[in-house]
């Protein structure tokens, strides 16, 4: 069973405009998670985290927030430009700095930034 | 300059042979990772490894085997008996186990025909 859903696999967006992705947890034990991006043919490369003790962390144009009653995140991009098409994955963690748990990846969504 | 290296970027290898994917990392992490990635499958664990000489079992570890004898080095190794060996494999690194932020590599993308 899924424990990290990304139930979107693509979402096209305009550049100038948000996106939005949106990622769905099952585990209430899960306290820290991240998003990352990948590039084709590509490692994926951390792009920002949020701990269970907060609602929202924000890094330049990428703001994370978190709804942990909902069990659900979100990744806002504001602006969204050409260079962010990418795919996209929404990982979750039990026991940050712990050794308690592994990453577990959602699928991923593949953002498409229109120009 | 600090990173995690995977050679090759491709591989090619016929059906039966085993292959041995390199990865190396010059961070000074703990703990190393073997994910794979199939189309529409997101990142699939298959060994990790916290510490020299201990490694775990991920989700998919059958037909798979490694090794950590030094703390930069986590060679994976896709036996004859891995069903589907065509994948894009990645390495990955953090500075211990558990939930750090981990860091990857370039991948390998392993054919077999």
């Known amino acids: 069973d899924q424990q990290v859903k990304q139930n979107s696999p693509s979402l096209s967006v305009q550049e100038g405009r948000i996106s939005i992705l949106n990622c769905d947890y099952t585990?209430?034990?899960?306290?820290?998670f991240l998003w990352y991006k990948k590039y084709p043919a590509e490692g994926p490369t951390f792009l920002i985290s949020?701990?269970?003790?907060?609602d929202k962390n924000e890094d330049g144009r990428f703001t994370v927030f978190l709804n942990k009653s909902a069990k659900h995140l979100s990744l806002h991009i504001v602006p969204s430009q050409p260079g962010d098409s990418a795919v996209y994955f929404c990982a979750a963690s039990v026991g940050y700095g712990g050794s308690q748990g592994n990453l577990i990846f959602g699928k991923g969504t593949k953002l498409s930034v229109k120009p | 300059d600090g990173g995690i290296t995977q050679s090759p970027k491709y591989l090619f290898r016929k059906e039966g042979q085993n292959v041995t994917l390199s990865c190396e990392q010059n961070?000074?992490?703990?703990?190393m990772y073997w994910y794979r990635q199939d189309p529409g499958q997101g990142l699939r664990l298959i060994y990790y490894s916290q510490i020299v000489n201990d490694f775990q079992k991920g989700d998919i570890a059958e037909g798979y085997s490694v090794s950590r004898e030094k703390k930069e080095s986590f060679p994976l190794t896709v036996t004859s008996a891995q069903k589907n060996p065509t994948a894009f494999y990645l390495c990955a690194s953090s500075m211990m186990g558990g939930g750090y932020e981990q860091y990857f590599g370039p991948g390998t993308r392993l054919t077999v025909t």
């Open positions: 961070l000074n992490h703990d703990a």
């Open positions: 585990n209430s034990m899960f306290d820290y």
């Open positions: 949020i701990s269970s003790i907060k």
